[in-house]
T-cell receptor
Framework: DADVTQTPRNRITKTGKRIMLECSQT?????MYWYRQDPGLGLRLIYY???????NKGEISDGYSVSRQAQAKFSLSLESAIPNQTALYFC?????????????FGPGTRLLVL | AQSVAQPEDQVNVAEGNPLTVKCTYS??????LFWYVQYPNRGLQFLLK??????LVKGSYGFEAEFNKSQTSFHLKKPSALVSDSALYFC?????????????FGAGTTVTVRA
């Protein structure tokens, strides 16, 4: 979805390095999410934010941190990257319809940790 | 906790034939169900959702899904598959308001449509 952008699209880094993945959205949504995708495991939630001052851990937050710099921006950081963090990372935003959310995803960032 | 299962890792069909991608769910209370598609080197795209109402939900690209409460299933269907439908499909479920906010995804089903 062109309204949710992620940078970089691909990144190769070394073990122990700090890296940041960035997400921006033009949808005006309050809620933003970070997921990682691994083959055979589907998508797993890392962190989510319901607004600029509300950040919450997901099911696999260890080794990650996030920053919600503004409504439109939500960054994911790996403080000290390790090889098992090699994955495809997705940012998402959400809106509400009849009391339920629908999430819209960015194009993904493919990360390789050597 | 809510969960979904996609029992087939891969589905192969010939172009023009019906396509079905299976999904079963396990939730406490009424489910809210979603289908997403991921084309090669692309992000996930929303296809359709079931919240309430008709059990047959119509979505993007000619896809539809049938909610079956007695069988706890939400299978994705397309009457006549196209080669361009070849992609990775994810089923997802969310508990109703008041429950866990989390959207849980299945492991995904790779669909290959041959010409």
């Amino acid at each position: 979805d062109a309204d949710v952008t992620q940078t970089p699209r691909n990144r190769i880094t070394k073990t122990g390095k700090r890296i940041m993945l960035e997400c921006s959205q033009t949808k005006g949504h309050d809620r933003m999410y970070w997921y990682r995708q691994d083959p055979g495991l589907g998508l797993r939630l890392i962190y989510y934010s319901f607004d600029v001052k509300d950040i919450n851990k997901g099911e696999i937050s260890d080794g990650y941190s996030v920053s919600r710099q503004a409504q439109a921006k939500f960054s994911l950081s790996l403080e000290s990257a390790i090889p098992n963090q090699t994955a495809l990372y997705f940012c998402a935003t959400s809106d509400w319809d009849r009391g339920q959310e629908t999430q819209y995803f960015g194009p993904g960032t493919r990360l390789l940790v050597l | 906790a809510q969960s979904v299962a996609q029992p087939e890792d891969q589905v192969n069909v010939a172009e023009g034939n019906p396509l079905t991608v299976k999904c079963t769910y396990s939730v406490s209370g009424n489910p809210y169900l979603f289908w997403y598609v991921q084309y090669p080197n692309r992000g996930l795209q929303f296809l359709l959702k079931y919240i309430t109402g008709d059990n047959l939900v119509k979505g993007s690209y000619g896809f539809e899904a049938e909610f079956n409460k007695s069988q706890t299933s939400f299978h994705l269907k397309k009457p006549s598959a196209l080669v361009s439908d070849s992609a990775l499909y994810f089923c997802a479920v969310r508990d109703p308001p008041g429950g866990d906010y989390k959207l849980s995804f299945g492991a995904g089903t790779t669909v290959t449509v041959r010409a």
